[in-house]
């Protein structure tokens, strides 16, 4: 599947399903999902709906993933590892910036082939900018169909001058816990509520570590590719690489295997009782 289609179809949804609506949702038009925060809207089910048309459009043969169809019909994940071309989407990530106004959100998609991530891109309808990278290709940066430049990973530092991505916010006791008396370790630590950006701000360069908990396979197969042909490294917190049916056991994102390690140490050792 070419990612230049891929990408292009990916903006050219946004421009007409998602930014007409930007700031302009009613109450009415907004739903939610499995809390207050999980939340989805008629943007994100126009813009899925679009962006499979079009896509099955050019290749019928394709199985499309995307994170709506997928709340509806579960079964549909079961084809992560076998359909043979796949297109995982995921319409609007960042439902809850959006629906806020706040203009922080993406459009994400990666391409499949046998449950391999071989392709994924990470589109802002803001900046109509979108982070490309194909499997032995690298990462690249795309401004209105023409690739700019080469994105790379920030080099590595140490655990107490990182700057993180990094949360609780779905993490079960007692690793919640562990990890929230240990977060003050790190350089610092933030949380964009958009996947997509804190994705392309790793691969750009201008953090050092993605850490995720909840594993949604449209939230992270693109970013955990463009991450890699960036010159990271990842694994899951037990140190396995990163499989997209797996949906659990966390993931994290470092420069290096070297800054992996020690993040992880430094995140996930318990404090001494008293």
């Known amino acids: ?13 946004a421009r007409a399903e998602l930014m007409p609506r930007f700031g302009r949702l009613a109450a009415s038009e907004v739903f939610s999902k499995s809390s207050a925060f999980d939340v989805v809207s008629v943007a994100d089910r126009a813009a899925e709906q679009a ?5 099955l459009a050019r290749y019928p043969e394709a199985v499309v993933i995307g994170e709506e169809a997928a709340d509806a019909e579960p079964a549909i994940l079961r084809q992560l590892e076998t359909a043979e071309l796949a297109l995982v989407v995921d319409p609007l990530d960042g439902t809850k910036n959006f629906v806020s106004g706040l203009p922080l959100f993406a459009v994400m998609a990666a391409v499949l082939r046998a449950g391999r991530v071989v392709a994924g891109v990470i589109h ?3 900046t109509d900018t979108s982070a490309v990278a194909v499997e032995g290709g690298g990462a690249w940066l795309r401004r209105g169909g023409v690739t700019e430049r080469r994105l790379r990973v920030a080099a590595p530092a ?8 990094a ?7 007692p690793l919640r816990g ?7 370790r790190l350089g610092s630590h933030t949380w964009l509520r958009c996947a997509g950006h804190e994705y392309r701000m790793a691969a750009a360069g ?5 850490t995720y908990h909840r594993l949604m396979p449209w939230d992270h197969a693109p970013g955990w590719l463009l ?8 694994a899951h917190f037990d140190g396995t690489p990163f499989q997209v049916g797996r949906m659990s056991g966390g993931l994290m994102c470092a420069p290096d295997e070297a800054s992996w390690h020690a993040a992880r140490d430094a995140l996930f050792e318990a404090h001494p009782a008293g």
């Open 1 to 13: 599947m070419d990612i230049e289609f891929v990408d292009d179809v990916l903006g050219a949804v």
């Open 51 to 55: 962006i499979t048309r079009a896509v």
């Open 124 to 126: 802002d309808p803001v």
């Open 158 to 165: 140490p655990v107490a001058e990182m700057e993180a991505v």
């Open 167 to 173: 949360g609780t916010q779905f993490v079960a006791e």
């Open 178 to 184: 562990v990890l929230a008396a240990n977060l003050g």
């Open 206 to 210: 201008h953090c050092h570590l993605l």
């Open 227 to 234: 991450h890699r042909e960036a010159g990271g490294y990842s």
